[in-house]
């Protein structure tokens, strides 16, 4: 198998409060705002991995309570599974991959991010107890408007 046939995985974290608010990081590389995530280390579990990623880029220990979407990019073969996670620790940190946070609605979700990760926040605020399974291209997601 050739590097270009391969997949990487990534994890994500969508950290809900007591209102019902997802939390998105403003990521320093690009500026964009996100749920926090990255790629799974190889010799890592899923729910280790979004602790971890969660962690790195919050400073907020949380508890993945459901998975609510697996997200294929389909430009670059990341296939990205995303968590609604209850945060129960911790306290917002600035890092080397965050610059800001926000807790937002759903609607501030839509007017802050690309769709392809607004697309992932949202799902994880639905309250769906079926994970959703989506496709993008890195920016728009494939089949719906949001």
Not at 35 to 56: K, N, T
Not at 84 to 111: I, K, N, Y
Request: charged residues 30%.
């Amino acid at each position: 198998m050739d590097q270009e046939s391969r997949h990487s995985v990534s994890v994500a974290g969508v950290v809900v409060d007591d209102q019902g608010r997802a939390l998105l990081i403003q990521r320093r590389d690009n500026g964009h705002w996100e749920a926090p995530g990255g790629i799974l280390e190889l010799d890592e579990d899923i729910i280790s991995g979004v602790r971890r990623e969660v962690r790195e880029e919050t400073g907020l220990d949380v508890e993945p309570e459901q998975l609510t979407g697996v997200y294929k990019n389909m430009k670059r073969g990341i296939v990205a599974l995303v968590f609604r996670c209850r945060p129960f620790s911790g306290s917002l940190t600035e890092t080397s991959e965050s610059q800001d946070f926000r807790w937002v609605t759903a609607e501030e979700v839509r007017a802050l991010c690309v769709p392809a990760f607004a697309i992932r926040v949202l799902d994880a605020l639905s309250g769906n107890d079926t994970p959703f399974i989506r496709e993008h291209d890195g920016v728009t997601v494939t089949g719906i408007n949001i």
